[in-house]
């Protein structure tokens, strides 16, 4: 009895010292586990169905959901909830961390009919969504590169990787983040480790086959090393707020978000091999990212992003208080 | 990335014949019937309440704040902020964005100055704007520059840059002029007093936001809008209409479109002038690719996707009615919110 009592009152004095123990932005310190990787695919497939269907109340959100569309915070129903004239659930790449309950797809849709390309990232707490994070590339006149919506995600997303071939989170974090730290002020340095065959699908084109398309850095050079090699990317500043909410152990996948800045205090800049550039435009401008990576031994196998240009220097309210 | 500091000594200078001398004149006469110690502390008193005022030599006139609005310009095609009277703490931002002195148009300016299109101050709130050519590199925009100034110095800096490939109207930057009618001195009969001028340029947008043909202002004649020196006659609809003075293009419904106009400011009144600046964030959701006129039309939006705009204009107003708007407007992602609301709407 009155162990039982003692366990009780210890329990009770616990708990709040739990709390703030736990893993920051973690709503508990319990380890989660109720949502597999198949329950959380679910729900980005309810997410992506309910958008579809312009229905907020056909997705399982929480009574309290935070939704934002390209770093803006907004009411769920809102911008491309409004807009979107069609999106296949099942035509997205998919990716889902168990751990922290996050889960993410990747495709693209139609907006009155008009094309886009969309990155989504659904955070699910008791079987309820709690957050919603999209990033959407859209035809706006701004010089980004844009696929046809035809281009199919790489099969390797899909894929487990053998014990050998996985790495655990914070080494996966750290590839992801080489990466970014090889975009930034990209100058010929290379941080991060790419397999021979590395590809990048960004807004649904090719960045790393010559498509034919000159906008693209594959008209410049193929392959990820070679550009960064290169330095194509001179003209990112910094690559800001940096978050990783997504890591998947068992795919070897990670989720990231970020800006990247391009301050243009600079017009034209030189590669390494003496070639001269021209930056695409001539005045400060931030990219909005969702950008994830396949890792495979260490090394980045392919690369699926989205974004569209913001006001230069624009933050995320994801970020706030965590740079 | 540099940080915003100022040149001159943080301690706080007193300017001659402003609160200061006024307290000076209090505590003297006080002096001489009571203590020297009682004098010693009304004097501080009297210190501490004439030093927020903001008494004639406290503050900037509005030749003051004219030249500092260039000089700003200037300082910024020389890539030199040191040059000019920062207050600390200051507030930057472009296009909604908090930013350092010294980022962003900062560092992609080109060497060119202007031209001013025209500048307008108001020394009741320390406010001045600046209407103008811009250059990134040698590439012009529309540009509107607003500057706060406190004790004279820059408390503020707020810098709307309209830039070509965004999703807005863009004529040509290097022909940015206002007509001289706009800025010629009312009669004496057609002016109006500050918070009605506000009230004023507040009911224009007001009209504008969910046009639906009731006009909640008075519109001359010939009344004219103006976009990055485009003239505008709906919310970029697919529409080019006969009539494109603003009654008239109010009474068809032809902005719609814009579901909000929000995060209202009005930080510059010239009562002499009747203009009033007005910056405003507009919101366009395009939940349908067309709407309808009031005559029953429908017409496709030129925009399928949501988004927003940052909105400066200066609005001039006769006697009680709206007479022209000259705006730069910048594109915002959907429902981006403003740094400069204490209370974002």
């Known amino acids: 009895m009155f162990r039982t009592v003692l366990a009780a009152v210890s329990l009770a004095l616990a708990l709040p010292v739990s709390v703030s123990a736990q893993s920051y932005g973690e709503r508990t310190a319990l380890p989660r586990g109720d949502c597999d990787r198949q329950c959380l695919e679910s729900f980005a497939t309810a997410y992506v169905s309910a958008l579809r269907a312009k229905d907020p109340s056909r997705a399982p959100f929480a009574d309290r959901i935070r939704f934002t569309e390209n770093s803006v915070e907004m009411p769920v129903g809102e911008g491309l909830w409004a807009s979107v004239s069609a999106i296949d659930p099942a035509d997205g790449m998919i990716a889902a961390d168990t751990e922290t309950g996050n889960t993410a797809w990747f495709g693209h849709a139609y907006e009155h009919g008009n094309l886009i390309f969309l990155g989504i990232r659904i955070k699910v707490d008791d079987k309820k969504i709690t957050e919603a994070e999209t990033v959407i590339a859209r035809r706006t006149g701004m010089p980004l590169i844009f696929g046809t919506g035809k281009e199919p995600h790489h099969p390797a997303w899909k894929q487990a990787l053998t014990p050998e071939q996985q790495r655990p989170r914070p080494r996966l974090r750290a590839v992801a983040d080489s990466y970014f730290n090889t975009v930034e002020y990209n100058d010929g340095q290379v941080f991060a480790h790419f397999k021979p065959d590395c590809s990048r699908l960004e807004n649904g084109i090719s960045t790393t086959a010559a498509t034919g398309n000159t906008a693209s850095s594959a008209s410049v050079a193929e392959g990820c090393e070679a550009q960064f090699k290169l330095g194509i990317y001179r003209i990112n500043k910094q690559l800001r707020e940096r978050r990783y909410p997504l890591i998947d152990v068992e795919r070897g996948i990670v989720v990231a978000m970020n800006f990247f800045d391009h301050a243009n205090t600079f017009d034209e800049y030189k590669l390494t091999d003496g070639r001269t550039m021209k930056t695409l435009l001539k005045w400060p401008n931030s990219l909005s990212i969702m950008e994830a990576f396949k890792i495979v031994d260490g090394e980045i196998y392919t690369i699926e992003a989205v974004f569209d240009y913001v006001p230069y220097g624009m933050h995320s309210p994801w970020a706030e208080g965590k740079e | ?345």
């Not at chain 2, 080109?110 to 031209?115: H, L, Q």
């Not at chain 2, 009344?223 to 529409?239: F, K, L, Q």
């Not at chain 2, 925009?303 to 107003?317: K, N, Q, T």
């Open chain 2, 1 to 345: 990335m540099m940080r915003a500091r100022t040149s001159q000594p943080r301690t706080r200078t007193l300017q001659p014949n402003g609160g200061r001398n006024s307290g000076r004149a209090v505590a003297s006469r006080c002096a001489s019937i009571i203590s020297s110690v009682m004098a010693a502390a009304i004097l501080s008193l009297a210190l501490a309440l004439a030093s927020p005022s903001a008494s004639a030599a406290d503050t900037c006139d509005e030749s003051c704040l004219l030249k500092l609005a260039d000089s700003a310009v200037e300082a910024v095609a020389a890539k030199d902020f040191r040059r000019l009277p920062w207050a600390d703490p200051v507030r930057f931002t472009e296009n909604n964005v908090p930013l350092m002195i010294g980022d962003a148009w900062w560092g992609s300016t080109g060497s060119n100055v202007g031209p001013k299109t025209f500048a307008l101050a108001d020394a009741e709130t320390g406010n001045v704007v600046w209407f103008g050519t811009i250059w990134d590199h040698d590439e012009p925009s529309f540009g509107a520059i607003r500057l706060k100034v406190s004790s004279g110095k820059i408390s503020e800096l707020e810098l709307i840059a309209a830039r070509k490939r965004w999703p807005i109207p863009f004529g040509d930057p290097k022909a940015f002029t206002l007509p001289s009618s706009m800025t010629a001195p009312l009669k004496e009969a057609d002016r109006r007093p500050r918070e009605r001028l506000i009230d004023l340029a507040d009911n224009y947008l007001a009209t504008k936001q969910r046009n639906n043909g009731s006009l909640l202002a008075d519109f001359a004649p010939g009344c004219a809008m103006t976009e990055n020196g485009v003239r505008i006659g709906s919310a970029e609809a697919d529409i080019e209409p006969k009539a494109t003075d603003c009654a008239s293009v109010f009474r068809a419904g032809l902005f719609a479109p814009v579901e909000r106009i929000r995060d209202r400011r009005f930080p510059v009144v010239d009562v002499e002038r009747g203009l009033v600046l007005a910056i405003s964030v507009q919101d366009l959701p395009a939940r349908q690719k067309t709407f309808a006129t009031t005559d029953g039309k429908k017409f496709a939006v030129k925009r399928e996707y949501p988004m927003s705009r940052l909105v400066a204009e200066l609005v001039r107003i006769e006697g009680d009615r709206i007479v022209r708007s000259e705006a730069v407007a910048a594109s915002l992602p959907y429902r981006m919110p403003t740094p400069w609301t204490q209370r974002p709407e």
